[in-house]
């Protein structure tokens, strides 16, 4: 498999960037490195991203017939560190359309030539099931399998995740939280409190992106209010999150493009139990009230029956709707 381009490898983490749910551009020049990615997050808070990148190419040795590796060439050591927020040392596989993360500490010095580093091919092909998986390598180091709508939540967390993975013990109940088997509490209790965290950080990320992944399928990328894709469409909770009865299941899902996602959750609009959505009349008497009201007569145009899954059974379940509405104290006609 040869290299791809420049543009390929920046245009994969932008897409990346983007299918995790942030915005980001690169603000560095193309052959640079690190690339340097300016990124906002969904609820729009910035930051500044520096990422080393190449192609992940089969290692070489007929030996390891699954070794691929990066080859890090054109950057001197030590690398440079991002003062500002994380920095990532990643491969990108074109096949599989997956990155696999290193430990960017320990392969920040290196003698002159170009280094290389390596990740085993099945680990990385696990992450299109789990959305990250992990390989625990023999020099007491772990490489991480991630598919890019985990990509961001694997940058905010790449620091811990490779300190604290290599422990035996951490690494088996990462492997349980990504593949969302159930970790009995004498299983955590063992670890220390940093190691705790991060198993409990995948397991949080790993269950969100489940849901959002299945919600998203099922509604083949589109808003069920306005049926846009174009990568605008987040994964809503009917039943909220923390109410009693709350799943992360895709009958418990809707997908919203952001505006109408905010507007769902802080009780604007609400879905009735045959699946058309309203604009709930007391929130729009306390926009009126504010002066806040403007446009809100082109928002409800768009509202009424909702785009839904062609699988039925991955229609929303009324029992969550019927809830919703009772938590958010909206009274349906």
């Not at 992450?127 to 990509?151: H, T």
Request: hydrophobic content about 40%; aromatic content about 8%; glycine content about 6%.
């Amino acid at each position: 498999m040869p290299a791809i381009s420049p543009q390929q490898l920046v245009d994969a983490i932008l897409d990346a960037i983007a299918q995790s749910r942030h915005a980001g551009i690169l603000v560095s020049a193309l052959r640079t490195h690190p690339r340097k990615f300016a990124v906002t997050g969904p609820s729009g808070d910035d930051s500044l991203l520096w990422v080393y990148a190449w192609t992940l190419t089969f290692g070489g040795r007929t030996s390891l017939p699954h070794e691929f590796r990066i080859q890090m060439t054109t950057v001197r050591s030590p690398l440079a560190l991002n003062p500002f927020g994380p920095t990532l040392l990643v491969g990108y596989d074109p096949d599989l359309r997956l990155l696999g993360g290193f430990d960017l500490r320990r392969h920040r010095t290196f003698t002159t030539g170009s280094p290389s580093v390596q990740i085993d091919r099945r680990v990385l092909e696990k992450a299109l099931q789990d959305g990250l998986s992990f390989d625990r390598k023999g020099n007491d180091e772990i490489a991480v399998g991630i598919r890019p709508d985990q990509f961001m939540d694997y940058a905010l967390t790449a620091e811990q995740l490779h300190r604290y993975g290599k422990q035996a013990a951490t690494f088996g109940l990462l492997e349980k939280a990504a593949s969302l088997k159930r970790i009995p509490p004498q299983e955590i209790e063992v670890l220390s409190q940093e190691r705790q965290r991060i198993v409990q950080t995948v397991s949080r990320l790993s269950r969100n992106a489940n849901f959002r992944q299945q919600v998203i399928d099922a509604y083949q990328n589109r808003c069920a209010v306005t049926r846009a894709q174009l990568r605008l469409v987040d994964a809503a909770h009917i039943l909220p999150v923390g109410v009693p009865g709350s799943v992360d299941h895709v009958r418990n899902g809707i997908a919203l493009s952001p505006t109408y996602h905010r507007a769902f959750d802080g009780g604007l609009i609400f879905l009735d139990e045959e699946y058309r959505m309203h604009t709930n009349p007391l929130r729009e008497r306390h926009l009126q009230e504010l002066g806040l009201a403007a446009g809100l007569e082109s928002f409800k145009a768009t509202l009424g029956r909702i785009h839904l899954p062609q699988d039925r059974q991955q229609w929303p379940r009324p029992e969550f709707i019927r809830k919703a509405n009772e938590h958010r104290s909206i009274q349906v006609a």
